[in-house]
T-cell receptor, first 115, second 116 residues
Framework: GAVVSQHPSRVICKSGTSVKIECRSL??????MFWYRQFPKQSLMLMATSNEGSKATYEQGVEKDKFLINHASLTLSTLTVTSAHPEDSSFYIC???????????FGDGTRLSIL | AQKITQTQPGMFVQEKEAVTLDCTYDTSDQSYGLFWYKQPSSGEMIFLIYQGSYDEQNATEGRYSLNFQKARKSANLVISASQLGDSAMYFCAMRERYSSASKIIFGSGTRLSIRP
């Protein structure tokens, strides 16, 4: 079945570091991918829609200069948390889908901890 | 704007009993899809079941069934014969407009705990 791979699974780094997270669709092409953020014991909050070959669409309240999204190919989207600070610590998870009536396939998520 | 509501933050159920997790939604679209996902403590999102707004029959997948009541805008998940491994967070989600580019919005989730 369709699989989405997300890397890395865990990042621990110092404040001020920029962190790149990759999301790959392994056996299908995804013109659209989605990035979510999840705080402990809360639901998934959609951050942005990543569009292949064009700019990402950000949800209200999400800083596009803070969370840079690049979707350069049909199988890869990247989220870069720039100059990360402790408040950026969270669980980030990406998803993609092949067809509209098919479920979103999720990566395994990235636990980001900023010291 | 679309909205998903899960009113049960937590539930405890005895092993082997059936359990119903509630989900109501709000949308102005006629064409939409409803999903249920399971998230264990490890964090991955596991797809359970899907219901399209035009599907006449309630969706079923093994021990999971979706009680779809379109007029009431509810899409409750029913788990039959619960197992200890069913303990997890469960999220109801909706996608509008039947497009792969349409975003999926999640409810706040229900934490299900199965007692042995």
């Amino acid at each position: 079945g369709a699989v989405v791979s997300q890397h890395p699974s865990r990042v621990i780094c110092k404040s001020g570091t920029s962190v790149k997270i990759e999301c790959r669709s392994l056996d299908f092409q995804a013109t659209t991918m989605f990035w979510y953020r999840q705080f402990p014991k809360q639901s998934l909050m959609l951050m942005a829609t990543s569009n292949e070959g064009s700019k990402a669409t950000y949800e209200q309240g999400v800083e596009k200069d803070k969370f840079l999204i690049n979707h350069a190919s049909l199988t890869l989207s990247t989220l870069t948390v720039t100059s990360a600070h402790p408040e950026d610590s969270s669980f980030y998870i990406c998803s993609a889908t092949q067809e509209s009536n098919q479920p979103q396939h999720f990566g395994d998520g990235t636990r980001l901890s900023i010291l | 704007a679309q909205k998903i509501t899960q009113t049960q933050p937590g539930m405890f159920v005895q092993e082997k009993e059936a359990v119903t997790l509630d989900c109501t939604y709000d949308t102005s679209d006629q064409s939409y899809g409803l999903f249920w996902y399971k998230q264990p403590s490890s964090g991955e999102m596991i797809f359970l079941i899907y219901q399209g707004s035009y599907d006449e029959q309630n969706a079923t997948e093994g021990r999971y069934s979706l009680n779809f009541q379109k007029a009431r805008k509810s899409a409750n998940l029913v788990i039959s014969a619960s197992q200890l491994g069913d303990s997890a967070m469960y999220f109801c989600a909706m996608r509008e407009r039947y497009s792969s580019a349409s975003k999926i919005i999640f409810g706040s989730g229900t934490r299900l705990s199965i007692r042995p």
